[in-house]
């Protein structure tokens, strides 16, 4: 069961407990996620199973999508919709302003995380502390909005608007701090009133599986499971790749540097390793002008017995 599952997370669970669902119906430990989305949050959350958990770093950096739900008029302890609700003291904006703002939150920007996030302070959880009265202080950090756009608009209550956002930022963004400081900027409180994940990397809303789909093939047993993960290397269509010999497959199987006509690229770039059959067998790098597995995803054994047959 090696591959990764994308899965359509709904609005609850938090994304460990979607984490251990897959665990309990794969019956597999190695399982990991590509990136948190808070319990209320819905949308993509890709899975990695069985070796694919040994490519999530390569996907850590990627750029996420979001559809956000902004509700003005009103600010929020937790900036979103779960926290307590104090109105603003300003009048509510008007679409014009509002779009007039969002130029100030393209590109590079500085953001400081919300109080109740996992961040540690001094070992702690800045929510655990946020949730027992105590002041928290987080330091800002560098993200970048790479697209941010006002679709839709709902005047009918002039003293709390919302707005529909279509985001794409880098990994690491808080969108619950964009909605904050959107309000601040516009001179009124707002807060994140919903969210939806429509793209983490390469990993795009419509191909993400309901959860009751995912239970169906678990119920039909491991194949029906297993059709539905991609490779484990799906999404890493920009590494290039190699093709080795069986004798090498075994070589670097067992962790062994090989000397091989590299492909061109950068020397410290990661490298997609095949053998003849077209099979994953590693992700490595250049050393000293030869090739240093970095991910082994064959068994050593294994490739052993397909070099003697």
Known sequence: MDGILVVLKPAGPTSHDIVALVRRLAATKRVGHGGTLDPFASGVLPLFLGRATRVVEYHLGD???????????????????????????APAPGRDVVE???????????????AYSAIKVAGRRAYAMARAGESVELASRDVTIHRLDLVEWDGSDPDRPIGILEVECSAGTYIRALARDLGELVGSGAYLGALSRTSSGPFRLDEAIPLDRVREAAADGP??????????DAGLDSLPELVI???????????????????PGEADAPIRVRDGAGRLVAIATVRDGRL????VLVDALAATRTLDV
Do not use: H, M, W
């Open 63 to 89: 750029r996420k999508g979001y559809r956000a739900t902004v509700c003005f008029g009103a600010t929020s302890t937790t900036d979103d919709l779960e926290g307590e609700l104090t109105p603003a003291d």
């Open 100 to 114: 007039n703002a969002l130029g100030s939150l393209r590109g590079p920007i500085s953001q400081r995380p919300p």
């Open 223 to 232: 194949d029906a499971l297993a059709a539905l993960l991609l490779p484990i």
């Open 245 to 263: 010999t069986d004798g090498e497959v075994a070589a670097i199987s067992r962790g062994q540097f090989i000397r091989a006509a590299l492909p």
């Open 292 to 295: 240093a597995p970095d991910k």
